[in-house]
Structure formats: C-alpha cells, structure tokens
C-alpha cells in the first residue's frame, strides 16, 4: 500500500522526534474542525451527487464530470482521513492562559530586532497554523525555537542560510485573559 503525504502525522512534527505532540491554538483548533465539517457535510455530498448523475450517463472513461467527481473525492477522502488523525493528536494550548508572560512561549507574538536593526514581529503558533505571510510561525521553525524560554533584552543565534545571525527579543506579548 502507497504511503501518502497525510499519513505521515505519525512521525511527528517535522524535525522532531516522533511522538511529538502537535501543538495548537484553540483558533487553530476550531478551524480545523470547521474545514472537517464543511469537506464532510457540505462538500462532499455535493460531489458524491454529481458523480452519481456522471456514473449514469454511460461511458465513465470519458465523461468529465465523473473523471473531476472521482479525483475530488479521492482528495476530500484523503484531507478528512488528515484532518481526523491530527484533532486526535492535538494538544490546545491556550496563549492567553499562559501567567508567565515574561517568557517566549508557544502562543506569544514577540517583537525582535535583526543584526540591521529591522524589527520583526511574530507569533508563535501550531505547524498546522503557521503562515508566514501573516506573521503566525510555526514553534518548530528555526526563528521560533531561537526565541522560545528567551525574554525581552535576551540575545538568541539564528542560523540563516547567510550564516549565523544575531537577534535581541525586544517585546513579548499574550492575548487577554
């Protein structure tokens, strides 16, 4: 049996031992099981409507519609097998419990400064959340895990392809309680 790309929740987040929990934000959580209810019950029944209909004009080899149906299927199939396997796996963590708000951990948006004194900011969320366009970074990245147990004035390496470079955590901030 072929191993596919989603089955591989199993080993962990990437780089890092397996049995690694996945760590996620209550938002990140909640849409995650949003995207499952709406790929099972909205989506999906559409599609499985529309390759009933195609399976019964005739000739399934060159009949578009049951051909698109077919493969979509096979793609939701694949992404709520995905989905499942990692609500099963998540451990939600709350940022705006978090009472050490001092400290860099999973959850915070910290400010830093680079080497060039250009400040960016972050916040530290789940691998299934990071997007790096809007600032969310996964906790496994190398940025995150140079700034993680850091606090506001501590110094961290950063390994870039460019080499080694040094940022300054400049402020730590949670969500309100």
């Known amino acids: 049996m072929a191993m596919h790309d989603d ?15 996945f760590y996620m934000t209550p938002a990140g959580q909640a849409a995650l099981a949003e995207e499952l209810r709406r790929l099972w019950y909205d989506e999906r029944p559409k599609v499985v409507e529309v390759v009933s209909w195609a399976a019964g004009l005739g000739d399934r080899s060159e009949n578009a519609d049951y051909q698109y149906g077919k493969r979509r299927l096979r793609e939701i199939d694949r992404r709520v097998r995905f989905i499942r396997k990692r609500l ?5 963590v709350d940022p705006a419990a978090q009472t050490k708000r001092g400290t860099v951990f999973f959850g915070a948006t910290v400010t830093y400064a680079r080497e060039d004194d250009r400040e960016v900011t972050v916040t530290i969320v789940g691998v299934d959340e990071a997007d790096s366009a809007a600032g969310r970074i ?29 940022i300054e955590v400049v402020a730590i901030r949670y969500p309100d309680p």
Not at 7 to 21: C, K, Q, R, S, V
Not at 88 to 92: F, I, M, N, S
Not at 139 to 166: C, F, H, M, N, Y
């Open 138 to 166: 996964s906790w496994v990245s190398p940025i995150a895990r140079a700034l993680l147990g850091r606090q506001v004035g501590d110094e961290a390496k950063l390994r870039t392809p460019q080499g080694t470079e040094s």
């Open 88 to 92: 099963e796996r998540v451990q939600v």
């Open 7 to 21: 089955d591989d929740d199993d080993e962990g987040p990437p780089g890092l031992p397996a049995g690694t929990p």
